[in-house]
């Protein structure tokens, strides 16, 4: 009886240990993991904040500074007061170093463009969401739940529970057609064109996928 109930323990230990193995959060959140602008970043206990005093005049963004391929990520964030534009870059590229500035697929967040892909510096628009589901879905001045799967050529993006972009993605946009990147940094993004705007990344989950 006392043998049957430690074969049966087991099995669960491994499960736990195992499942613990697939969260990737604690090390993709370590502060020495990210750099960008220190008068508009911060991270802290696992929460990403971007807060603009004055209008930056381009995109910069808060970039990882490892390069990740096949991943899930999902997070909470908050538009304050819903003004603003923000975004999560997948598998992208630092142009300037200084201005954080980069380039690739991006996951759109704000007015007109929750949950869309789109091209940052290559080309614009890869796929927009569809305008009925952001309207029933989204909540502007709310927070909202995001989640994203890179797999491969396919990005899946859901938001607060629905699938607003379920494709593969072959070619980027422009002229040029260069391939969905394999791999890039991942990076957080704080939009040109506002005199101030603050946005919060929060509940921060990630797991890389082999």
């Known amino acids: 009886m006392r ?6 323990f087991v099995p669960a230990v491994l499960f736990a240990v195992s499942a613990v193995r697939a969260d990737d959060t604690e090390d993709f959140l370590k502060p020495e993991n990210w750099e960008g602008r220190s008068d508009i970043w911060t991270i802290e206990k696992g929460k990403i904040v971007g807060e603009t005093k004055e209008d930056p005049k381009y995109n910069t963004f808060f970039c990882s500074k490892e390069k990740y391929g096949d991943f899930e990520l999902s997070f909470t964030v908050l538009l304050k007061d819903g003004v603003g534009n923000s975004g999560v870059q997948v598998r992208s590229k630092l142009n300037d170093a200084k201005k954080f500035t980069v380039s690739g697929p991006q996951v759109d967040i704000g007015s007109g463009y929750w949950g869309s892909l789109y091209g940052e510096g290559v080309g614009g628009m890869i796929k927009a969401s569809d305008p009925k589901l952001i309207k029933m879905h989204v909540k502007e001045q709310e927070a909202n739940t995001y989640k994203i799967v890179a797999k491969g050529s396919k990005t899946t ?52 996928l082999k």
């Open 157 to 208: 993006i859901v938001v607060n529970g629905e699938t607003f972009i379920d494709d593969d993605f072959p070619k980027l946009p422009g002229k040029d057609g260069k391939d969905y990147p394999a791999e890039g940094i991942i990076a957080f993004q704080a939009h040109a064109g506002y005199k101030a705007m603050k946005v919060e990344f929060t509940d921060i989950k990630f797991k890389k």
């Open 3 to 8: 043998l049957s109930r430690l074969s049966a």
